[in-house]
Nanobody, 127 residues
Framework: QVQLQESGGGSVQAGGSLRLSCAGFGASDGTSCMGWFRQAPGQEREGVSGINRWNGVSYADSVIGRFTISRDKAKNTLYLQMNNLKPEDTAVYYC?????????????????????WGQGTQVTVSA
Protein backbone atom coordinates (compact mmCIF):
# COMPACT_ATOMS: atom_id res chain seq x y z
CA GLN A 1 0.00 0.00 0.00
CA VAL A 2 1.27 3.46 -0.93
CA GLN A 3 0.34 6.64 0.86
CA LEU A 4 0.98 10.06 -0.61
CA GLN A 5 0.98 13.42 1.12
CA GLU A 6 1.13 16.70 -0.79
CA SER A 7 2.36 20.00 0.60
CA GLY A 8 3.44 23.40 -0.65
CA GLY A 9 0.19 24.81 -1.94
CA GLY A 10 -0.90 28.33 -1.18
CA SER A 11 -1.98 31.67 -2.59
CA VAL A 12 0.22 33.74 -4.88
CA GLN A 13 -0.16 36.56 -7.34
CA ALA A 14 0.13 36.01 -11.05
CA GLY A 15 3.76 35.67 -12.08
CA GLY A 16 4.72 34.13 -8.77
CA SER A 17 6.13 30.69 -7.98
CA LEU A 18 5.32 27.73 -5.78
CA ARG A 19 6.93 24.35 -5.28
CA LEU A 20 4.70 21.42 -4.50
CA SER A 21 6.05 18.36 -2.73
CA CYS A 22 4.63 14.86 -2.47
CA ALA A 23 6.03 12.50 0.12
CA GLY A 24 5.51 8.81 -0.44
CA PHE A 25 5.08 6.29 2.35
CA GLY A 26 4.70 2.56 2.46
CA ALA A 27 5.71 0.69 -0.70
CA SER A 28 6.35 3.88 -2.65
CA ASP A 29 9.77 2.69 -3.78
CA GLY A 30 7.99 0.07 -5.89
CA THR A 31 6.18 2.60 -8.05
CA SER A 32 6.95 2.92 -11.74
CA CYS A 33 5.72 6.47 -12.22
CA MET A 34 4.44 9.46 -10.34
CA GLY A 35 2.45 12.42 -11.53
CA TRP A 36 0.66 15.62 -10.75
CA PHE A 37 -2.95 16.28 -11.60
CA ARG A 38 -5.18 19.25 -10.93
CA GLN A 39 -8.86 19.89 -10.66
CA ALA A 40 -10.52 23.28 -10.83
CA PRO A 41 -14.10 23.79 -9.60
CA GLY A 42 -16.59 22.34 -12.04
CA GLN A 43 -13.91 20.79 -14.21
CA GLU A 44 -12.51 17.33 -14.67
CA ARG A 45 -9.22 16.31 -13.13
CA GLU A 46 -6.46 16.82 -15.68
CA GLY A 47 -2.92 15.53 -15.92
CA VAL A 48 -0.33 18.26 -15.44
CA SER A 49 2.91 16.31 -15.50
CA GLY A 50 4.32 12.85 -14.92
CA ILE A 51 7.68 11.15 -14.54
CA ASN A 52 8.57 7.46 -14.72
CA ARG A 53 11.38 5.31 -13.40
CA TRP A 54 13.25 5.63 -16.70
CA ASN A 55 13.26 9.42 -16.30
CA GLY A 56 10.69 9.92 -19.01
CA VAL A 57 8.59 13.04 -18.43
CA SER A 58 5.43 14.51 -19.83
CA TYR A 59 3.83 17.92 -19.48
CA ALA A 60 0.48 19.38 -20.39
CA ASP A 61 0.83 21.96 -23.16
CA SER A 62 -0.47 24.69 -20.88
CA VAL A 63 2.44 24.33 -18.43
CA ILE A 64 5.38 23.69 -20.75
CA GLY A 65 8.18 26.14 -20.00
CA ARG A 66 6.66 27.08 -16.64
CA PHE A 67 6.43 23.88 -14.59
CA THR A 68 9.17 21.34 -13.85
CA ILE A 69 8.65 17.91 -12.36
CA SER A 70 11.41 16.14 -10.46
CA ARG A 71 11.82 13.19 -8.15
CA ASP A 72 14.17 12.47 -5.27
CA LYS A 73 14.14 8.68 -5.05
CA ALA A 74 16.24 8.61 -1.89
CA LYS A 75 13.63 10.71 -0.12
CA ASN A 76 10.64 9.12 -1.88
CA THR A 77 9.53 12.62 -2.73
CA LEU A 78 8.07 14.11 -5.90
CA TYR A 79 8.23 17.82 -6.68
CA LEU A 80 6.52 20.24 -9.01
CA GLN A 81 8.21 23.59 -9.43
CA MET A 82 5.68 26.06 -10.76
CA ASN A 83 6.90 29.38 -12.12
CA ASN A 84 5.11 32.26 -13.81
CA LEU A 85 1.81 31.13 -12.35
CA LYS A 86 -1.40 32.28 -13.99
CA PRO A 87 -4.93 32.59 -12.60
CA GLU A 88 -5.97 29.64 -14.76
CA ASP A 89 -3.54 27.46 -12.77
CA THR A 90 -5.84 27.79 -9.77
CA ALA A 91 -6.94 24.31 -8.73
CA VAL A 92 -6.50 21.54 -6.21
CA TYR A 93 -3.31 19.71 -7.13
CA TYR A 94 -3.07 15.98 -6.57
CA CYS A 95 -0.08 13.69 -6.46
CA UNK A 96 -0.43 10.18 -7.86
CA UNK A 97 1.63 7.01 -8.09
CA UNK A 98 1.42 4.16 -10.59
CA UNK A 99 2.80 0.65 -10.38
CA UNK A 100 2.23 -0.82 -13.85
CA UNK A 101 5.41 -0.55 -15.90
CA UNK A 102 3.73 -0.81 -19.29
CA UNK A 103 1.31 2.02 -18.56
CA UNK A 104 3.95 4.13 -16.89
CA UNK A 105 6.19 3.82 -19.93
CA UNK A 106 3.90 6.04 -21.96
CA UNK A 107 0.65 7.40 -20.57
CA UNK A 108 1.97 9.63 -17.84
CA UNK A 109 -0.93 12.07 -17.85
CA UNK A 110 -3.80 9.61 -17.94
CA UNK A 111 -5.75 9.16 -14.75
CA UNK A 112 -6.09 5.41 -15.21
CA UNK A 113 -2.30 4.99 -15.24
CA UNK A 114 -2.24 5.71 -11.53
CA UNK A 115 -3.21 3.48 -8.62
CA UNK A 116 -2.68 5.72 -5.59
CA TRP A 117 -3.68 9.31 -4.93
CA GLY A 118 -2.96 11.97 -2.35
CA GLN A 119 -5.57 14.18 -0.72
CA GLY A 120 -4.65 17.28 -2.71
CA THR A 121 -3.31 20.74 -1.97
CA GLN A 122 -4.94 24.00 -3.00
CA VAL A 123 -3.15 26.43 -5.31
CA THR A 124 -4.76 29.83 -5.80
CA VAL A 125 -3.35 32.39 -8.22
CA SER A 126 -4.78 35.90 -8.17
CA ALA A 127 -4.59 38.34 -11.03
Amino acid sequence: QVQLQESGGGSVQAGGSLRLSCAGFGASDGTSCMGWFRQAPGQEREGVSGINRWNGVSYADSVIGRFTISRDKAKNTLYLQMNNLKPEDTAVYYCAAGVEQLQCAGALRRRDTYNYWGQGTQVTVSA
